[in-house]
């Protein structure tokens, strides 16, 4: 009887702590259900979001690469991280009863941090934090904010490529998102925006820079937008060339059907060369020294 007694509350004290997770995970799934539901309705429905479904398993991926650590790591369950768990949840009934989407999907990412701060420890937590925070990049922007930075893309990039093939010697007519050439006209539409890109290069380009070791690291972190914007106009002008020179055809051609793609390229690219360029600068400077 002594001997039940006494491995009773054992058996209490090993299992407690994966019990108390298990149900905090529980309550996550259950109360971001709908949310994550949402987005994922998003990411199918909606081009510009469907970068959406890659994040989470970059994400995954990330904390496999980090599977080591995590073993490794000890597990010190801080009151700390409780505090951000529920200013996350806070934030998540601020949006559940305000209806606004965009602000209790915010929360997920902040909620989940906290909830393994509070399991796990502030070791653990800083291990986790940017496979988490990568997370971000999966929410939807609103839709009304999108149209608005779409619209100003068009008009940005319709104004530089019409400078730009100007400057080529081809006569060309701005109207508005319009491009007049001699015999054809063509609209820089919302697909031509390069929204897209820029949230390509965001997702990508945050990968490279976080694993890159080099003390530009904010100067390239600032010019990731520009870069995307910049090779878009460098597509639409290529795109305006070919149709200036073989009419319609190059409207249907596999360049303008894989110009997304080839904008993509060209932009990490650029970041790439432009990082590279940079270290090799800073190595210089320090070899004189």
Excluded at 28 to 43: E, I, P, Q
């Amino acid at each position: 009887m002594s001997v039940q007694t006494l491995r009773f509350p054992s058996l209490v004290w090993k299992w407690a702590p994966l019990v108390s997770s298990g149900v905090l995970a529980s309550l996550f799934l259950f109360l971001f259900y709908s949310t994550l539901k949402g987005m994922v309705f998003d990411w199918w429905s909606y081009s510009p979001y469907s970068h959406g479904f890659l994040i989470p398993l970059i994400s995954g991926y990330l904390l496999w690469c980090r599977r080591k650590d995590l073993r490794e790591c000890p597990r010190r369950p801080s009151l700390g991280g409780l505090g951000i768990f529920l200013l996350g949840l806070g934030f998540f009934m601020l949006g559940w009863s305000g209806e606004e989407e965009f602000i209790q999907r915010l929360s997920l990412p902040a909620t989940l941090i906290g909830l393994i701060y509070f399991l796990a420890g502030k070791q653990m937590a800083r291990l986790c934090l940017f496979p988490v925070g990568y997370l971000l990049l999966m929410i939807p922007i609103p839709f009304a904010l999108y149209k608005t930075a779409a619209l100003d893309l068009r008009l940005l990039d319709a104004k530089l490529a019409t400078a730009s093939v100007s400057f080529l010697g081809i006569p060309i007519f701005r109207e508005g998102y319009l491009l007049h050439l001699p015999e054809i006209k063509l609209e820089v539409a919302d697909a031509c925006s390069g929204f897209l890109s820029i949230v390509t290069m965001l997702a990508i380009g945050i990968l490279y820079l976080y694993q890159l070791q080099t003390k530009w690291k904010s100067l390239l972190w600032v010019s990731m937008i520009p870069i995307a914007v910049l090779t878009n106009v460098v597509r639409i002008v290529l795109i305006v060339v070919l149709t200036y020179f073989f009419g319609e055809w190059a409207l249907s051609s596999t360049f303008h059907r894989m110009s997304g793609t080839f904008n993509f390229l060209l932009g990490f690219m650029t970041l790439v060369i432009l990082g590279n360029g940079l270290n090799r600068i800073s190595l210089r400077k320090e070899i004189r020294r």
